[in-house]
T-cell receptor, first 115, second 114 residues
Framework: DAGVIQSPRHEVTEMGQEVTLRCKPISGHDYLFWYRQTMMRGLELLIYFNNNVPIDDSGMPEDRFSAKMPNASFSTLKIQPSEPRDSAVYFC?????????????FGDGTRLSIL | KQEVTQIPAALSVPEGENLVLNCSFTDSAIYNLQWFRQDPGKGLTSLLLIQSSQREQTSGRLNASLDKSSGRSTLYIAASQPGDSATYLCAVRPQGGGADGLTFGKGTHLIIQP
């Protein structure tokens, strides 16, 4: 079974550039989550979607961050303009539905470095 | 605001030992608790999920317990092996509609010495 697929795996870019991270959830899953992992703060929820609709974006740090889910099989997280403090590993996760028995399944992440 | 703490932050033990990783959370109003494993440069692999109504879950050499009222969970690893070396993360999902993201601890970095 294909898991959650994220691209690119690594991204290095200069400050001020636009960055787009991509995620393909597991087929049939109707919840999609974006998390960010840093050494200082650990893993933090940025935003999540249910049936392609954003439900909670309170974790999005600034207006420079935006996320979309145009269909059930694709989501993007965009940073514009990027800053060095955005350097982190960004994870996408999906789950079938949010009953108490349903775990979240994570992709391998995108390691982002902003110079 | 929910806070999740994991102790110890790092642990190094010889192969074959049984060990316990600890997780505590400040708000007992949780829906479930998950233990994950993270290998370097990789994503998170779900190990065990305990519903709020459950006391423990077992998978192979792993056993996770949950005491919701005291805000504690433990992950017990029996007969540890070098392949168990990884970072172990605990995460809780809060109760209440619309709050479905997980809150994570910062993890326990485990090294099993051959």
């Amino acid at each position: 079974d294909a898991g959650v697929i994220q691209s690119p795996r690594h991204e290095v870019t200069e400050m001020g550039q636009e960055v787009t991270l991509r995620c393909k959830p597991i087929s049939g899953h109707d919840y999609l989550f974006w998390y960010r992992q840093t050494m200082m703060r650990g893993l933090e929820l940025l935003i999540y979607f249910n049936n392609n609709v954003p439900i909670d974006d309170s974790g999005m740090p600034e207006d420079r961050f935006s996320a979309k889910m145009p269909n059930a099989s694709f989501s993007t997280l965009k940073i514009q303009p990027s800053e060095p403090r955005d350097s982190a590993v960004y994870f996408c996760a999906s789950s079938l539905f949010q009953g108490p028995t349903q775990p979240q399944h994570f992709g391998d992440g995108t390691r982002l470095s902003i110079l | 605001k929910q806070e999740v703490t994991q102790i110890p932050a790092a642990l190094s033990v010889p192969e074959g030992e049984n060990l316990v990783l600890n997780c505590s959370f400040t708000d007992s109003a949780i829906y479930n608790l998950q233990w994950f494993r993270q290998d370097p440069g990789k994503g998170l692999t779900s190990l065990l999920l305990i519903q709020s109504s459950q006391r423990e879950q077992t998978s192979g050499r792993l056993n996770a317990s949950l005491d919701k009222s005291s805000g504690r969970s433990t992950l017990y690893i029996a007969a540890s092996q070098p392949g168990d070396s990884a970072t172990y993360l605990c995460a809780v999902r809060p109760q209440g509609g619309g709050a479905d993201g997980l809150t994570f601890g910062k993890g326990t970095h485990l090294i099993i010495q051959p």
